[in-house]
Structure formats: structure tokens, C-alpha cells
């Protein structure tokens, strides 16, 4: 994975940058509750790490359309190999939500040109990193 190329989605490299990685972990639990004195009682399934990506302005929409089907194809999970930290990739089976863009127009005389950009979506774990 090249520094240009921080995001695998099953297996493929997609020549569109990421500008943005924002991650966040979240830890489950099967069951948590309160005890009559007042103690919390817990159980912990693991901690989830999720990611939020933004990726650079495209302006070859061939390779700009193919992460979007990728992004937008109808399968319950993926398996993803993400930069997470400085020479640390992260490998694990997730689903891709909440994919948005713009499509901004730039009407001229002789064209109607159209730039995608804006590009990100989420990155959910199917299953924890970490296991208690």
C-alpha cells in the first residue's frame, strides 16, 4: 500500500486519495447493568474500531466511478485493509454506510462540465479488534 494509497476494499486498490481518516472505538457489551447497591455490572464483547473517509477531488471519472460502485455495492460486508497508523495497516471484514458526494456543474458556452468531489463514507467493523 503506497503513501497515495492508504484504502483497500476486497482486495483492490482504488487511484483516488484519501484526505481524511477519522477513527473511533467503541466498546460493547453483551449486557450492562446496576446492581441494587448501585454497582454497575458489565460484560464486555470487545472494542469496534470504525472509520470515517474523505477522499480527494478526482478528475478522472473513470477511476472516480469505480470506487463509487465499490463504495455503493449492495454486499453486507467487505474486507477492508486500512492505514491506521504511521506503517501500520489494519485488515478486517466491515460494511460501507452513509456514501455521499457533490456534483457540482460549471455551465459554460460550449460544455456542461460536472465535478464530483466531497466524496466519504463510513467504515463499520463487523466484529471487535479487541477481545476482553
Given at each position: 500500500?503506497?503513501?497515495?494509497?492508504?484504502?483497500?476494499?476486497?482486495?483492490?486498490?482504488?487511484?483516488?486519495?484519501?484526505?481524511?481518516?477519522?477513527?473511533?472505538?467503541?466498546?460493547?457489551?453483551?449486557?450492562?447493568?446496576?446492581?441494587?447497591?448501585?454497582?454497575?455490572?458489565?460484560?464486555?464483547?470487545?472494542?469496534?474500531?470504525?472509520?470515517?473517509?474523505?477522499?480527494?477531488?478526482?478528475?478522472?471519472?473513470?477511476?472516480?466511478?469505480?470506487?463509487?460502485?465499490?463504495?455503493?455495492?449492495?454486499?453486507?460486508?467487505?474486507?477492508?485493509?486500512?492505514?491506521?497508523?504511521?506503517?501500520?495497516?489494519?485488515?478486517?471484514?466491515?460494511?460501507?454506510?452513509?456514501?455521499?458526494?457533490?456534483?457540482?456543474?460549471?455551465?459554460?458556452?460550449?460544455s456542461n462540465e460536472?465535478?464530483?468531489?466531497?466524496?466519504?463514507?463510513?467504515?463499520?467493523?463487523?466484529?471487535?479488534?479487541?477481545?476482553?
Open positions: 500500500m503506497s503513501a497515495e494509497q492508504l484504502l483497500k476494499i476486497d482486495g483492490k486498490e482504488f487511484e483516488v486519495r484519501l484526505i481524511k481518516i477519522s477513527r473511533s472505538a467503541s466498546i460493547f457489551d453483551k449486557y450492562a447493568k446496576r446492581t441494587i447497591n448501585g454497582n454497575l455490572q458489565r460484560e464486555i464483547i470487545g472494542t469496534y474500531y470504525n472509520y470515517s473517509l474523505e477522499f480527494a477531488y478526482n478528475d478522472e471519472p473513470e477511476k472516480y466511478d469505480l470506487l463509487w460502485e465499490r463504495l455503493t455495492a449492495p454486499e453486507p460486508f467487505h474486507d477492508i485493509e486500512i492505514a491506521d497508523n504511521i506503517g501500520m495497516k489494519k485488515s478486517f471484514k466491515g460494511y460501507i454506510a452513509n456514501v455521499k458526494d457533490n456534483i457540482s456543474y460549471a455551465n459554460s458556452e460550449n460536472r465535478r464530483f468531489d466531497g466524496l466519504s463514507c463510513d467504515i463499520v467493523a463487523k466484529e471487535p479488534s479487541k477481545r476482553p
